[in-house]
């Protein structure tokens, strides 16, 4: 649930994945293919027992080689219909879906070719309904959730890990066939006109578009917002280790780890995570090679990452996964709920910030990956053969065609399952998964994917209440009613 999407601008992708266009069967076991492979065995630096914080990651940073489609400065018009600034998943596929109607995009990044940063876990359905499950290079056919020592919970949903080298060569494969550009440089600024903008770039070249697109993640400065930002905030830090053995079994992708008799001689952890709990999320590649990560799904404020950190060298103390090597490190922070950008505003926006982001998960590809066309179809609407469309009537449909009022308020339920969360301790989140887990699989694999619409959300929320032990009800009698009131008003006035 927790590693989706993980958005660290700062680090770059270490992992490779040799695209293959067959597709990967749909339970494959084959192993992810690592740049730090078995041959760092010579000089493995063996941590203490059960402690990674010491051990640096093996893999460095790399770029793809892809013969890229530039934009040649020499063109003296320097003019398109769409800009899109970032060339992550969100930028790649929003280029790859608007440049199939034939309309002229281009794409500008520092970096285009670096691969991302980030593991995105994903549920195996959403991405195989996308065509996209030949970018899955693992696949789980069980998920389980540890409620605590005595609980646990078998999800009979397929699970996988997007494998990202692929997923981005596929995306650049697609956008060069369709004629898109892209320009490497850092945007400084973007101008507006009434019917045109243009954006600014540290190399000195200036471009203008119909329509300037910010898909450049959550520390942006081009996206507006007129409401105050009060987000909840996911963190986690998540190692792609080479360990002795591990507990988990191989053909189950662990969701959520609840368990914390690791903090028995932890009493400062202890109680910390009391109330402030965090989780495991565990993906087993084989009896040597898992990804682990700590993970808060969400708090406010911040929770202190070096906390996150110490309670997972408790948590693989107890578990006895000695690290014999980490081959990736993942520092990841995502904003969850908080209001939606000013909608309509001069730049549309796509991915982290959108407000794509699901509030009370932290999910974003796959939802990105399913929206993108629906917001292509409304650009090439309005950009299309005729292009009579532009200014403020462009600005207004695009923005409304991702964002309808359907979408805003089934967005204000999840915002509420946020502000649910930041209020429940350990015992509460066990309680409350322990139901939601419980409920009809149509009901909790729709929330999780974003899919319910808002009477559904409803149905949801009274079957949870239902669900729920006595002391969970009493959790939510006692602790919501702010938040379910501050939901009540936002979709009343959505509703205006």
């Known amino acids: 649930m927790a590693t989706c999407l993980r958005q660290f601008p700062s680090a770059p992708e270490a992992k490779t994945f040799l695209l293959n266009h067959k597709p990967t069967p749909l339970f494959s076991t084959r192993k992810p293919q690592i740049t730090a492979s078995r041959k760092f065995h010579h000089g493995i630096q063996s941590s203490k027992f059960g402690s990674f914080l010491d051990l640096k990651p093996l893999s460095k940073p790399e770029s793809l080689d892809f013969d890229l489609p530039w934009f040649d400065p020499a063109d003296r018009s320097r003019c398109f219909d769409v800009i899109i600034i970032g060339t992550g998943p969100a930028g790649l596929r929003l280029a790859e879906q608007v440049s199939r109607y034939g309309v002229k995009v281009c794409c500008v990044d520092p970096s285009p070719l670096s691969m991302w940063p980030n593991n995105y876990g ?4 959403e991405f195989e309904s996308l065509g996209l499950v030949d970018c899955l290079d693992k696949t789980w056919p069980m998920t389980c959730v540890f409620i605590d020592d005595d609980k646990t919970k078998y999800l009979d949903r397929p699970y996988g890990r997007v494998g990202r080298k692929g997923f981005k060569t596929k995306l650049l494969e697609n956008c060069a066939s369709n004629g898109v550009r892209f320009h490497k440089a850092k945007v400084w600024k973007v101008k507006h006109e009434e019917f045109e903008s243009s954006i600014a770039c540290d190399d000195g070249i200036e471009l203008r578009a119909s329509l300037v697109v910010d898909a450049s993640g959550f520390a942006s400065t081009f996206t507006e917002y007129d409401k105050p ?3 909840g905030y996911q963190i986690a830090h998540g190692i792609l280790a080479e360990v002795d053995h591990h507990p988990f079994d191989l053909d189950k992708m662990v969701l959520m ?14 109680a910390n995570n009391s109330k402030a709990p965090t989780f495991l999320y565990a993906m087993p590649f084989d009896s040597n090679l898992v990804f682990l990560e700590e993970t808060s799904l969400v708090s406010r404020p911040l929770l202190s990452y070096m906390e996150v950190k110490n309670r997972m060298a408790a948590r693989l103390r107890h578990l006895g996964i000695r690290v014999k090597n ?23 926006a796509i ?7 699901h509030p009370s998960t932290g999910y974003m590809v796959s939802r990105t990956m399913a929206l993108a066309p629906i917001l292509a179809d409304a650009i090439a609407e309005c950009l299309g053969s005729t292009r009579m469309i532009r200014g403020r009537p462009l600005h207004q449909r695009v923005w409304n065609g991702l ?17 649910t969360l930041l209020k429940l301790d350990l015992n509460g989140s066990r309680m409350f998964f322990d139901a939601f887990f419980d409920l009809d699989p149509y009901y909790w694999q729709g929330f999780l994917s974003s899919r319910l619409s808002l009477g559904e959300l409803i149905l949801l929320s009274f079957s949870l209440f239902c669900n729920a032990s006595n002391p969970s009800r009493f959790d939510i009698v006692t602790k919501c009613p702010v938040p379910l009131a501050r939901m009540v008003g936002n979709l009343v006035l959505e509703a205006i």
Not at 327 to 339: D, F, S, T
Request: hydrophobic share 35%; glycine share 10%.
């Open 403 to 419: 964002w309808p009022l359907e979408r805003r308020c089934a967005r204000e339920f999840y915002s509420f399952g946020m502000e």
């Open 229 to 231: 930002r009060n987000n």
């Open 326 to 348: 980490v081959i990736e490190e993942e520092k990841c922070l995502i904003p969850m709920g908080g209001p939606l950008p000013q909608i309509p505003q001069n730049v549309m």
């Open 257 to 270: 780890d609840w368990r914390d008799s690791h903090m028995g001689n932890e009493p400062c952890l202890r």
């Open 351 to 357: 991915g982290g910030t959108s407000g794509l982001v």
């Open 122 to 125: 994903v549920w195996v359905d």
